[in-house]
């Protein structure tokens, strides 16, 4: 089952090419790729010791990772600052303008205001937290209702199945997959499975049935 949906996925969407900065190099983007295959190994361990041996190639590649993409920042922002004050020599205000944009990134964006119960707006730090303590202290200490609601007991002996899963019932928790997320271990995504959840609903029942009467999960 794994290896029908990977491959037909495979070949009917094949992969998404990933959009990273303009400034990261050719040599950082194979050093996360290498990252990226090490994450797998760890996924794809079977025993403690490879797992611990997966784990500690990872943590490696991750520093050199994260030291490469530093390393290209840092001759990013030089070559843009040298852009930029050969732009001003020669009076070239448009390019000038557009590095000074790319140099200065995205500005983030103002906080809410913090108001008193005059309705008048706080600016010092001190006084916006001890509003933020005054504001939940009267929220979740509020006197206890008078008249509580009337609300029944539920019988001590609920109808609960014990049994294998049904075919509805697997057909409910695909839907219920949330989507655009990262696959798994499997490298199953969730939009595979729901594309056709009749279909998928009917191969799944019966693998946890085996699973169920066999009492033995499969490696893979």
């Known amino acids: ?31 996360i790729q290498e990252r990226r295959n090490k994450k797998a190994a760890i996924n ?7 797992k611990a041996k997966a784990q500690a190639e990872y943590t490696e590649v991750n520093k050199q990772v994260k030291r490469s993409i530093r390393t290209d920042k840092r001759k990013y922002v030089e070559d843009l ?20 944009k790319k140099l200065s990134g995205n500005r983030r964006k103002p906080e809410r205001p913090v108001k008193s119960k005059e309705g008048e707006v706080i600016t010092n730090i001190e006084e916006q937290q001890n509003r933020w303590v005054e504001h939940f202290k009267e929220l979740l200490n509020r006197p206890a209702s008078l008249n509580p609601p009337n609300i029944e007991a539920a019988p001590t002996d609920l109808p ?25 271990p499997d490298n199953i995504p969730a939009e595979a499975l729901k594309a056709d959840v ?9 693998l946890f049935n085996k699973i169920w009467d066999e009492e033995q999960v499969p490696n893979d």
């Open 160 to 184: 609960i199945n014990d049994g294998p899963p049904t075919i509805e019932e697997i057909s409910m928790a695909t839907r219920h997959i949330k989507s655009f997320k990262a696959a798994g």
């Open 198 to 206: 009749a279909a998928t609903a009917r191969i799944l029942h019966i």
């Open 44 to 50: 794809t361990s079977r025993t403690r010791a490879e």
């Open 81 to 100: 600052a040298k852009t930029a004050e050969k732009a001003a020599r020669e009076g070239n205000m448009r390019q000038l303008y557009d590095t000074t």
């Open 1 to 31: 089952m794994k290896e029908a949906i990977t491959s037909t996925c495979h070949e009917v969407l094949g992969h998404k090419k990933h959009h990273h900065k303009e400034w990261i190099t050719v040599d950082t983007l194979d050093k």
